[in-house]
């Protein structure tokens, strides 16, 4: 099982995190398809070979083909999103976010799962790459759409503890 792999490959100093793989994972109360597209978007967004190696299988395996596809594309349409609308926030002249966009990002309009999954993933792909923009705009949605907050709070456990394993491992790769 990937989870096992996962904490088996973390250190002992990381014990922590290998209890919250577990529990956030592995103990979730999200419906299989929120769970494992999150859990995947945010493996890709940390862009961890030892994390994805292990979750994109499991993922794969759980998801229907097109969960498992939006949630990738989730990973992708944030990648770029993150970074525009971070830029955004984080510059003084804020003359910038009045001119157009012009970046392609249909697939948020129409991913081939319900929106509320897409967008939770966007949510967690978000609190990975820290766009507080995107963050608060994906809360929003969710929340306008009777998400209750602990759903939105278990997505952003996911991507914290994920990111935090692909930290770790990638480091101690690093290192060795």
């Known amino acids: 099982m990937a989870l096992d792999e996962l904490k088996a490959a973390l250190p002992d ?42 979750l994109e299988p499991q993922a794969k395996e759980l998801l229907s083909a097109e969960a498992y596809t939006a949630a990738k594309a989730a990973a992708a349409v944030m990648a770029m999103n993150n970074v525009y609308y971070r830029t955004l926030h984080l510059l003084s002249d804020k003359e910038y976010g009045t001119l157009r966009t012009g970046l392609r990002m249909n697939i948020i309009g129409n991913p081939g799962v319900e929106k509320v999954d897409f967008e939770l993933w966007s949510f967690a792909v978000s609190a990975i790459n820290g766009c507080g923009q995107c963050l608060d705009s994906h809360e929003q949605v969710l929340r306008k759409a009777g998400v209750e907050r602990e ?26």
């Open 13 to 54: 100093y990381a014990k922590d995190l290998k209890l919250n793989l577990g529990s956030v994972i592995g103990n979730s109360d999200l419906p299989q398809q929120q769970l494992w597209g999150t859990v995947l978007a945010c493996a890709m967004a940390t862009g961890s070979k030892s994390v994805l190696g292990e």
């Open 151 to 176: 759903v939105v709070q278990a997505a952003a456990k996911i991507a914290a503890v994920v990111q935090a394993v692909a930290s770790v491992l990638d480091a101690e790769a690093a290192i060795a």
